[in-house]
């Protein structure tokens, strides 16, 4: 216990965190953003049109103007912010949806978060860490069975899964390769959603080469983060986590993931601190959040908290949540899990998101092992969605969709301010569409079950001549790399 007390003793480093603060305050202005909020509650039908335009051309709305739409209740203007969304997302994005599995490594926590599972005094909870023999078998499994490129590798904050195993681990997980049909699959990409972590730790996982760094704020609310992060643990620095992007940033790691626990406290007030933080971002460092994410608190084994918060946010203003945020920062990519159910991921999908999983276990050595699918002691919540990703690859290309495995984008330096500014050019785009259509290509021939294939040829067949239309000048070169991935060349990109 003293030596678990020791690591937890150097983990916050002062220095590192203060040195931001602004007279001894973060960015994040409570009082500010509740005024910001009342200010705007009737908005003006014209200035919410005006707002919508200002989205639409790709920049990031002011806060004055995401509190206007946050309080939009007039049914035809939520029809055209809606509407704008779409457009936005197809703007930016086209038509394309990445995939993810998450990698639940390390179900230890030296934290006691009140809303989760994995919380140190919760005695229901099963706990282990992987040792890298059982993160290889899950890896076969991920990529050599289901055919997942990208990963989010997920582990509580504890010495047993600390940088240095994590570290150990994207190593290990790059270093798998299954044989496939046609091919071979290998995970490509792996995020990490993992504790705050100091500038040297960053500097080693990128070095290794760590996708996007996703670490959540949870809620913004410096009151409400005191009451479900109890004192003297090491969650309950708020600045120590807020600062951690400012940390990666600094560190080299360009691609980094915010986002709120919806269900802590008023879902306005979330997307408000989510806005402040990318704008932030984008003033210190001139580069936003690679992606936001927006998880809804689930129910989760002997988590009463779970079931007992009165800030729960129900269907319809999680809608009105996610079209916001896609009007207020429109480069985003935006990630919905599958704790949320079949439905309301179709609902949601076509309004913005860019990335969700698919085929996801989130217990322990879940994928290797044949224990039954959920079980709530060895899992950090319920999971809404259990589809396999060859079922929700299926229904996205019946609903005109194109699941991209691109992972081109950090390993050829389209990283953090490159990224951002080509996709607020529409740019990255043209990359996307043909790394999209050539790594669905290799799914498709590895992979899919027989009816998802013939789902996806049609997508294919459209997406190929959008490329010839709209790249005359790139479409030989591309119908090469097409060809050489059909005949079983793996791995080609733009
Ligand atoms: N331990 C690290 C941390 O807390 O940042 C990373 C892993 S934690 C397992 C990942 C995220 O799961 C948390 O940031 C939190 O937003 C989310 N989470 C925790 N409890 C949850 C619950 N009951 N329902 C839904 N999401 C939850
Ligand atoms: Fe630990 Fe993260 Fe769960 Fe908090 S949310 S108890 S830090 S795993």
Not at 11 to 37: A, P
Not at 149 to 177: F, M, T
Not at 279 to 305: D, K, Q
Not at 429 to 457: H, M, P, Q, Y
Request: aromatic share 8%; with cysteine.
């Amino acid at each position: 216990m003293s030596q678990i007390n020791d690591w937890i003793a150097c983990r916050i480093k002062l220095d590192q965190r203060d040195k931001y603060l602004r007279e001894g305050k973060d960015f994040i202005n409570d009082g500010e953003m509740l005024d910001t909020l009342k200010r705007n509650v009737h908005p003006d039908a014209q200035a919410v049109r005006d707002i919508i335009q200002k989205s639409l051309a790709i920049e990031t709305l002011t806060p004055d103007e995401t509190a206007m739409l946050l309080n939009v209740a007039d049914p035809e203007l939520v029809s055209e912010m809606e509407a704008a969304a779409l457009a936005v997302k197809k703007k930016v994005y086209d038509n394309r949806i990445v995939t993810f599995a998450p990698l639940y490594m390390s179900t230890k926590c030296v934290n006691n978060c009140l809303y989760c599972g994995f919380r140190r005094d919760n005695e229901a909870a099963t706990r282990g860490v992987l040792s890298m023999e059982e993160i290889r078998k899950e890896c076969e499994i991920l990529a050599g069975k289901i055919g997942h490129k990208r990963l989010i590798a997920v582990c509580g904050e504890h010495p047993e899964s600390d940088a240095e195993y994590i570290a150990q681990a994207l190593q290990n997980i790059y270093s798998v390769k299954m044989k496939t049909r046609h091919g071979y699959g290998q995970i490509r990409r792996v995020n990490v959603n993992a504790a705050p972590l100091p500038i040297e730790d960053l500097k080693m996982l990128h070095d290794i080469g760590i996708g996007t760094y996703q670490v959540f704020q949870e809620t913004y609310h410096h009151e409400t983060y005191r009451k479900v992060h109890p004192v003297g643990t090491l969650k309950s620095d708020y600045p120590w986590r807020l600062y951690c992007m400012h940390r990666a940033l600094e560190a080299g790691v360009d691609d980094v993931g915010i986002g709120a626990l919806f269900g802590l406290y008023d879902w306005k007030f979330e997307v408000m601190g989510l806005l402040y933080h990318a704008m932030e971002l984008e003033r210190v460092f001139g580069i936003g959040p690679h992606t936001i994410s927006f998880p809804r608190i689930e129910p989760a084994e002997n988590t009463p908290f779970t079931s007992s918060t009165k800030y729960k946010i129900g269907d319809d203003d999680f809608r009105k949540a996610v079209v916001v945020l896609r009007l207020s920062v429109p480069y985003t990519g935006m990630i919905l899990t599958a704790r949320e159910n079949s439905r309301i991921r179709r609902e949601l999908i076509p309004l913005g998101i860019t990335q969700t999983d698919a085929s996801s276990k989130i217990g322990l050595g879940a994928y290797s092992d044949d224990r039954p699918e959920q079980q709530g002691k060895r899992q950090q919540f319920i999971l809404g969605d259990t589809r396999s990703l060859d079922e929700v690859i299926g229904e996205l290309a019946r609903m005109g969709y194109i699941t991209s495995f691109c992972t081109a984008g950090y390993r050829c330096g389209r990283t953090g301010k490159c990224i951002m500014d080509l996709l607020r050019s529409g740019k990255e785009g043209n990359f996307c569409k043909l790394n999209a259509v050539i790594t669905f290509r290799e799914w498709l021939d590895d992979f899919a079950s027989e009816s998802t294939k013939a789902l996806g040829e049609e997508v294919i067949a459209r997406e190929i001549s959008e490329v010839r239309e709209k790249m005359p000048q790139i479409f030989d070169s591309f119908m090469k790399y097409y060809q050489r991935t059909i005949g079983g060349e793996r791995d080609l990109y733009f």
